[in-house]
C-alpha cells in the first residue's frame, strides 16, 4: 500500500507565496507521475500542475507563471511552489500519484489566499 501526506497549507495574503510538500511512503517500485490538484467550495476537483518520472511538466492554465512543479524521486516527494497567490487559488489542494500501476490521493491541504 502507499499513502500520500502532504504538508504547506495556510492562510497566505494575496500576493503572497507558499510551498506545498508531498512525501510518498510504504511499497513504491515505481512513480511514473505525480501532481497536484484543487478543489474550490462548490467546485469540482481540477488539475493544477504534474511532472513525470522524466520531468515532463504540465500546468493549469490558471497557474502559468506563478506555480512551479517539482520533484525529488529519490525522496519520493513532489512540491508546489505558489507564487503571487490570488483570491481565487483559495481551495483544498491534492497531491496525486501514478505509483506501481494504480493512482493514489493524498488527504489534502487547505491554502487559503485572504487579507
Known amino acids: 500500500q502507499v499513502q500520500l501526506v502532504e504538508s504547506g497549507g495556510g492562510l497566505v495574503q494575496p500576493g503572497g507565496s507558499l510551498r506545498l510538500s508531498c512525501v510518498a511512503s510504504?511499497?513504491?517500485?515505481?512513480?511514473?507521475?505525480m501532481g497536484w490538484y484543487r478543489q474550490a467550495p462548490g467546485k469540482q476537483r481540477e488539475l493544477v500542475a504534474t511532472?513525470?518520472?522524466?520531468?515532463?511538466?504540465n500546468y493549469a492554465d490558471s497557474v502559468k507563471g506563478r506555480f512551479t512543479i517539482s520533484r525529488d524521486y529519490a525522496k519520493n516527494t513532489v512540491y508546489l511552489q505558489m507564487n503571487s497567490l490570488k483570491a481565487e487559488d483559495t481551495a483544498v489542494y491534492y497531491c496525486?500519484?501514478?505509483?506501481?500501476?494504480?493512482?493514489?490521493w493524498g488527504q489534502g491541504t487547505r491554502v487559503t489566499v485572504s487579507s
Open positions: 511532472i513525470t518520472k522524466d520531468g515532463s511538466t
Open positions: 496525486n500519484g501514478r505509483i506501481n500501476l494504480s493512482n493514489y
Open positions: 510504504g511499497s513504491i517500485f515505481s512513480i511514473y507521475a
